[in-house]
């Protein structure tokens, strides 16, 4: 159990496929984590552009900080981690990002459309102006997500729920080569996971990458082609139907799938990487001097 | 009308004071607006009076005022960088540590002076009434800078106060636009001092921008309004001033904090009457 459970990136198939695609990114013995805090180690992954990767696992898994290490956000300590054949972050056009934290909500005074123009801000710099084409995709956005209609609506007059449907109109705006999100779907209602998921069919379908992390293993494994499980290593990697059984799902997250049961059910099972580092769970609050 | 009127059409010093005090609202409204958006008004405030003994030591060694509050600013946010980055120590610890001791350094330099007493009023609460030409110009032109620096960085500026990881990722070093957005602020207060005191100068910068922020919908409607406010609060002070013989700094920020009080009594009891209005068609 203790030993990584490798599936894709070693078999000959997934080899071949990778080697056919473009590869969008791509990480050897990549470890990831704080200046002086480990937090996953050995990651190995391939994604071909075109497909999807799912990071599963609790909190404090090392999902967010392997998604923030993929944009620049968090430097790699060891190992190498290529994006779109360059370092992470080098090639900002081309990633669209959707944190987890936002501190707009309720201080900003911005419309719902203005932060899905935000995400058509990389393909502009500084001073490019938005033309035509700008504010259709900025519209379309809107309209798949289901929210056109409240597009002049203040922000901070939304609910958690609305809010995120315009972060997630915003990553579609950008019309970027790959997608990197972190629990994309918190505080959406069923309706907005269904808009989700089709809105993801469809960049995939446009030829985009996307890497999400999610502690929802139904919704992202009908999604992705790679799924990695986390648990502050790396328990398992590979397509969802090798990856996602009971010993692994176990081994994640303490769970197991009972017959008759369409949702995994939770063990009452203490994990020693439940709860965050303290240093972490600062990191996430609100800070605006950059270290 | 004229008691509205005549106080500036009679009296230069007051015409002068007048303009000088509209740009030093324009100036603090661009750069309040995103002391607030970005929740930095602590520095906002450590700065304000963390030039005192740059400008001190200026007076003392015979050199302009604005130079020694630039040389304190750089120095300010220098050690706060510095202490953020080289230990566990969050910001506003490091901001609050360089303020006290910023500020007892100008008050050992001032008591170390004895013809220094009307300097230091001089500092702490300006001098309006006393602004020349060449400081107007001076003002003129940072407020210029101040104006072209938000418009150009308008979008990392949006992005650092949305979320700066995403300013980031979106190819805007969150450290560089932070850092110009810092000197922005420095570069408000250093050619606000004058106008107002450095004591004093922290309440143009966040009060009308404040307001502004109570009653806009977007960030442009937020700096007009908070330019708004702050000039009418220039305007009002003067007058004050000039009939009442008050001091004028004080009678400025004075206004400019009444003003925000009733915009934000206005707002709450127009969100209320809203919510009960929504309540009733709900009934």
């Known amino acids: 159990m203790n030993d990584t459970i490798r599936t894709s990136t070693d078999s000959p198939v997934a080899s071949a496929s990778a080697s056919v695609l473009s590869i969008c990114a791509q990480a050897k013995g990549l470890t990831v984590g704080y200046p002086n805090e480990a937090i996953v180690k050995g990651i190995d992954f391939v994604l071909p552009q075109g497909q999807a990767m799912a990071l599963i696992g609790t909190n404090g898994s090392g999902k967010t900080t392997l998604l923030k290490t993929s944009v620049g956000l968090l430097k790699p300590l060891d190992g190498e981690l290529s994006v779109f054949g360059t370092h992470p972050g080098g090639s900002a056009r081309r990633i669209a990002y959707l944190g987890q934290f936002h501190n707009a909500g309720f201080i900003l005074p911005l419309r719902a459309v203005d932060v899905v123009r935000m995400g058509r801000f990389p393909l502009h710099g500084l001073v490019g102006s938005m033309n035509e084409e700008d504010n259709e995709m900025v519209h379309s956005a809107m309209r798949t997500m289901g929210v056109e209609k409240l597009a002049n609506t203040p922000l901070r007059f939304l609910s958690g729920g609305q809010q995120q449907r315009f972060y997630l109109a915003q990553v579609l705006a950008h019309q970027a080569d790959l997608l990197v999100m972190d629990e994309p779907t918190s505080g959406l209602d069923a309706g907005g996971r269904n808009l989700y998921l089709q809105a993801m069919n469809d960049e995939l379908c446009r030829g985009a990458s996307i890497i999400v992390a999610t502690h929802d293993i139904q919704e992202e494994a009908t999604l992705c082609q790679q799924v990695m499980l986390l648990a502050r290593r790396v328990v398992a990697f590979g397509p969802p139907h090798q990856v996602l059984n009971s010993e692994t799902l176990l081994e994640t997250f303490g769970i197991i799938i009972g017959k008759g049961q369409k949702r995994p059910a939770v063990l009452e099972r203490e994990h020693h990487h439940e709860t965050e580092p303290l240093d972490q769970a600062k990191r996430k609050t609100r800070r605006f001097w950059p270290r | ?283």
């Not at chain 2, 120590?89 to 008050?107: C, H, P, W, Y």
């Not at chain 2, 919908?217 to 000039?242: E, K, Q």
């Not at chain 2, 009444?258 to 969100?271: D, E, G, K, L, P």
């Open chain 2, 1 to 283: 009308m004229d008691i509205f009127i005549t106080p500036f059409t009679s009296n230069t010093f007051m015409m002068q004071a007048l303009i000088a005090g509209i740009f030093v609202s324009i100036a603090c409204a661009v750069a309040g607006t995103f002391v607030i958006l970005r929740g930095m008004a602590f520095i906002g405030d450590a700065l304000a009076h963390g030039v005192l003994p740059g400008i001190a030591l200026a007076y003392l060694l015979g050199f302009p005022g604005i130079l020694g509050a630039a040389l304190g600013a750089v120095f300010m946010i220098g050690g706060v960088t510095l202490i953020t980055q080289r230990s566990r120590l969050s910001s506003d610890t490091a901001i609050g540590l360089l303020f006290v001791g910023m500020l007892a350094l100008g008050v050992v330099i001032i008591s170390r002076s004895n013809s220094f007493s009307g300097d230091l009023t001089k500092i702490l609460f300006g001098e309006i009434m006393g602004i020349g030409i060449p400081d107007i110009l001076i003002q003129l032109a940072a407020t210029l800078v101040i104006g072209v620096t938000a418009f150009i960085c308008a979008r990392p500026f949006l992005l650092l106060s949305f979320d700066p990881e995403q300013a980031q990722v979106a190819g805007f070093s969150s450290k560089l636009y932070h850092n110009i957005m810092l000197f922005m602020i420095a570069a408000t207060i250093i050619v606000s001092f004058q106008t107002v005191g450095t004591l004093l100068v922290f309440g143009l910068l966040i009060a009308p921008a404040g307001a502004g922020a109570l009653l806009a919908r977007r960030i442009r409607g937020m700096m007009a309004w908070a330019t708004a406010f702050g000039a009418l609060s220039v305007y009002a002070g003067l007058l004050l001033s000039y009939y009442f013989d008050l001091a004028t700094g004080a009678s400025i920020i004075l206004v400019t904090t009444v003003i925000f009080f009733i915009v934000f009594i206005i707002q709450n009891v127009r969100s209320r009457r809203l919510n009960a209005f929504a309540g009733a068609q709900h009934e």
